[in-house]
């Protein structure tokens, strides 16, 4: 049997009553409740324009996840599911599918989880207000410095010029004010070490290292989102020093694309306002990653935002073998030259370097399985491993290839293409 819609008398009086006094949210949430079960796209319109009015509505946020469910609008549903959990709805109802609430740096610490430190402290640090602990974003202490990373002078300098020195002299802070301000953007193709790097600048900073990832930030609807943001950096200027690091920060900009109406603009707006309201003498030092700066939003890049960007490129031999002998550092290993295999495996990023000495120990382990005997990872695993690594840097640099001829306004990619002209790959 079709499903018997609600009353027509009773919705018309409903709406009349709502024209009469549209600020009201019980009764624009007993209007969208009657709604729903045959008219999901209008109940949605009514519980969100509930929410523009009371945006922790848990009622209203409730049905908003259920009315867009059913209209179909899977992303935004998830929107709303996730701005519940923050609220701590902990009881969710059956027909509520429980969201996973994912961190936002979870992807990251997937790729990292043979090869970067575990042994990091992580703690969540509650908002301002007071709120259950947020998921999108939490304070990591690395016990990494600079010193693990292998290579990447030019890289480093730009650190020290533009973090290092202030926070450590008062007097450089002072001196040069303004000058200071704006953060710095890493790109490059992937596994190259951009987020280990801001890590590492974290632990060298003695500074909380705060993860922010946009998409997740993005994902909230209705003004919730800009209030996270802030939320975000007042906790940041509370928790100095601390590097707030922006992963993947041209998710933004294509989520921009995806999102109805003015929300993507909005958050925009508020981190640029946020940024432009920072002076370096609160001890907050921002930091950003992409593979793709070529889809962060411009108006970011401008002075005072992430206006320096430095180009994180695949390990020269010198970082290759520092990277090398950091992933085997725990492994029974065999007298082995790793000069020679550092310098054999051109055009590998550090990704790809973990992953030949995680497939190495696989070898011996293979070995030890079949002799029962348990014995070191020796020259033969690393050189078979070696042949089975293919570069995965080699389709980044493809696409960049384009936007550093012909879109390398302001000498922008002048890095890159030099690297790349070094290389024979234009
Ligand atoms: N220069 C380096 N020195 C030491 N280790 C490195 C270096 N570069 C990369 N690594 C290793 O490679 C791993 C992957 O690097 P990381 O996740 O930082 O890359 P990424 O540039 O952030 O990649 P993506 O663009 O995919 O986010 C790191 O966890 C680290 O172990
Ligand atoms: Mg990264």
Redesign the pocket.
């Known amino acids: 049997m079709p499903e018997q819609g609600p009353d027509p008398a009773l919705i018309a009086a409903l709406s009349e009553a709502l024209e009469r006094d549209p600020g009201s949210v019980p009764l624009r949430l007993h209007l969208a409740a009657l709604l729903l079960p045959t008219d999901a796209s209008t109940a949605l319109e009514h519980y969100a324009a509930a929410l523009e009015g009371e945006p922790a509505n848990v009622d209203a946020l409730r049905g908003a996840a259920q009315a867009a469910a059913a209209s179909g609008l899977e992303q935004r549903a998830e929107g709303y599911r996730r701005l519940l959990q923050a609220l701590g709805e902990a009881a969710q109802p059956k027909d509520l599918p429980a969201s996973p609430g994912r961190p936002a740096n979870e992807a ?1 610490d997937a ?2 989880a043979h ?2 430190p575990a042994e990091e402290r992580r703690e969540r640090v509650p908002s301002h207000r007071e709120q259950p602990a947020t998921p999108w974003w939490e304070a990591v202490e690395p016990g990494l410095t600079l010193s ?5 002078e030019e890289v480093k300098r730009k650190i020290n010029l533009a973090f290092l020195a202030p926070l450590r002299s008062p007097a450089l802070r002072e001196a040069y004010g303004k000058s200071l301000r704006g953060g710095l953007l ?1 790109y ?10 801001a890590r590492a600048v974290a632990g060298e900073l003695g500074a909380r290292f705060l993860v922010i990832g946009l998409q997740d930030v993005l994902d909230l609807w209705l003004g919730e989102s800009e209030r996270r943001l802030h939320d975000i950096f007042e906790s940041a200027r509370r928790h100095a020093p601390c590097v707030l690091f922006f ?2 920060l041209d998710a933004m900009g294509q989520k921009r694309s995806q999102l109805r109406g003015s929300a993507g603009r909005n958050v925009i707006n508020q981190l640029l306002a946020e940024l432009d309201g920072f002076s370096p003498n609160q001890g907050v030092f921002v930091m950003g ?1 992409t ?1 793709h700066p070529w889809d962060v939003d411009v108006a970011l890049l401008r002075p005072g935002r992430f206006d320096r960007l430095a180009l ?1 490129l695949p ?1 020269d031999t010198a ?1 290759r073998e ?2 090398l002998a ?2 085997l550092r725990d492994r029974p290993l065999a007298q082995v030259d790793l000069r020679a295999l550092a310098r054999a495996t051109e055009g590998l ?3 790809d ?2 992953r030949l000495c995680e497939a190495a120990a696989e070898l011996a382990i293979e070995r030890a399985l079949a002799t029962d005997k348990v014995g070191p990872i020796d020259v033969d695993d690393l050189e078979q491993a070696r042949l089975q690594t293919r570069p995965s840097t080699r389709g980044w640099f493809e696409t960049a290839r384009n936007f550093a001829l012909f879109a390398n306004q302001g000498g922008l990619y002048d890095d890159l293409l030099a690297y790349m002209r070094e290389r024979r790959l234009l």
Do not use: Q, W
């Not at 693990?148 to 990447?152: C, D, L, P, Q, S």
């Not at 490059?188 to 790097?197: E, I, Q």
């Open positions: 990251g790729r990292e090869s970067g693990a990373v292998g290579g990447m890493l490059g193709p992937p596994g190259c070490g951009k987020t280990f790097l992963d993947e990653a593979n994180v390990p970082a520092v990277i950091y992933h990023s550090g990704a370097l973990a």
